[in-house]
T-cell receptor, first 114, second 112 residues
């Protein structure tokens, strides 16, 4: 019963390429998030979205952009991939309002930029 | 903004012993504190959470305590088993759709 799906588990891209990471959730969640996970640094927020066509920068947005044209889909875009963007990327979603709910994470995309 | 610290970064315990992971947060407005477990190669999964109006919550072998005055919260795992080996993340949120701020994680190893 996978609820948050990331399109690729592993990706290898060349420096300078434009990279798209896709995330789809089927829980009708309002909130969606993109994190990157690096050893010793934990989970760092790149961008998040509270509604369709709405986006907010997280802690490390430089070099990234996002798109949320539909409620269920949140895309992370690396405009010009660089080697320091080699990382594990995790998408998450959560419900909004009426209290606090934990995130549901996708399985992650391990991106290697060569 | 919010800052969450987590200690220790690595923890090894013998099977059957208890494990404790501690987190501190900086923003007194934070009111929701989840804990996630991430097994090797898998996604983080919510294992327990606590809200600021509660001081302690327990679910079988797992418990979480919260001290709002000191701004710290802890995860307690009793009677540890090898399948408890994973990376554990704490997080803090101001709720109502606010994004989480995660701690850096603790790698727990349960030795047989």
């Amino acid at each position: 019963d996978v609820k948050v799906t990331q399109s690729s588990r592993y990706l290898v891209k060349r420096t300078g390429e434009k990279v798209f990471l896709e995330c789809v959730q089927d829980m009708d969640h309002e909130n969606m998030f993109w994190y990157r996970q690096d050893p010793g640094l934990g989970l760092r927020l790149i961008y998040f979205s509270y509604d369709v066509k709405m986006k907010e920068k997280g802690d490390i947005p430089e070099g990234y952009s996002v798109s949320r044209e539909k409620k269920e889909r949140f895309s992370l875009i690396l405009e010009s991939a660089s080697t320091n963007q080699t990382s594990m990327y995790l998408c998450a979603s959560s419900r909004q309002g009426g209290g606090n709910y934990g995130y549901t994470f996708g399985s992650g995309t391990r991106l290697t930029v060569v | 903004g919010e800052n969450v610290e987590q200690h220790p970064s690595t923890l090894s315990v013998q099977e059957g012993d208890s494990a404790v992971i501690k987190c501190t947060y900086s923003d007194s407005a934070s009111n929701y504190f989840p804990w996630y477990k991430q097994e090797l190669g898998k996604r983080p999964q919510l294992i327990i959470d606590i809200r600021s109006n509660v001081g302690e919550k327990k679910d079988q072998r797992i418990a979480v305590t919260l001290n709002k005055t000191a701004k710290h919260f802890s995860l307690h795992i009793t009677e540890t088993q090898p399948e408890d080996s994973a990376v554990y993340f704490c997080a803090a949120s101001k709720g109502y759709g606010q994004n989480f701020v995660f701690g850096p994680g603790t790698r727990l190893s349960v030795l047989p």
